[in-house]
């Protein structure tokens, strides 16, 4: 019988995914926080999360033909947003570098939760692979 990674793991592989996407974008904030006119972006985590487990719950249709159209919705929204800021500046960047700190070690500690529980799910699988 064949192990499928996708459903030992479920949704924590894409949530580590988008934890690293989530970094970027916290970081390339933090970057531009002096760049006049930069607007600060993020993303939501429990929307992207939430479209991808409703994708991995539908059922996949099989394409008979490559012209056919994929199901409606089958890809998560993973769409920046840009934060609303609690007091723009007067050159028009909206990035308040405490606010991007905290959310960056925020990511960065969900981030160490999501790897540590994907290594315990392999070392699980390794044990169930090597019968113990």
Same mark, same amino acid.
């Given at each position: 019988?064949?192990?499928?990674?996708?459903? $030992?793991?479920?949704?924590?592989?894409?949530? !580590?995914?988008? #934890?690293?996407?989530?970094?970027?974008?916290?970081?390339? @904030?933090? =970057?531009?926080?002096?760049?006049?006119?930069?607007?600060?972006?993020?993303?939501?985590?429990?929307?992207?999360?939430?479209?991808?487990?409703?994708?991995?719950?539908?059922?996949?249709?099989?394409?008979?033909?490559?012209?056919?159209?994929?199901? $409606?919705?089958?890809?998560?929204?993973?769409? !920046?947003?840009? #934060?609303?800021?609690?007091?723009?500046?007067?050159?028009? @960047?909206? =990035?308040?570098?405490?606010?991007?700190?905290?959310?960056?070690?925020?990511?960065?500690?969900?981030?160490?939760?999501?790897?540590?529980?994907?290594?315990?799910?392999?070392?699980?699988?390794?044990?169930?692979?090597?019968?113990?």
């Amino acid at each position: 019988m064949a192990i499928s990674f996708q459903n $030992a793991l479920g949704i924590h592989e894409k949530a !580590l995914n988008v #934890r690293v996407q989530r970094a970027e974008i916290l970081a390339n @904030n933090l =970057v531009n926080a002096d760049t006049p006119g930069f607007k600060s972006r993020d993303l939501d985590f429990k929307a992207v999360l939430g479209a991808e487990s409703e994708r991995q719950s539908q059922l996949d249709m099989a394409a008979t033909h490559g012209a056919h159209i994929g199901a $409606a919705g089958s890809g998560p929204n993973g769409e !920046l947003l840009y #934060r609303n800021p609690t007091q723009p500046s007067i050159d028009g @960047n909206t =990035v308040d570098s405490q606010i991007e700190i905290a959310q960056y070690l925020q990511n960065s500690m969900d981030y160490q939760a999501s790897f540590q529980f994907l290594n315990s799910k392999f070392k699980g699988l390794t044990a169930a692979i090597k019968g113990e």
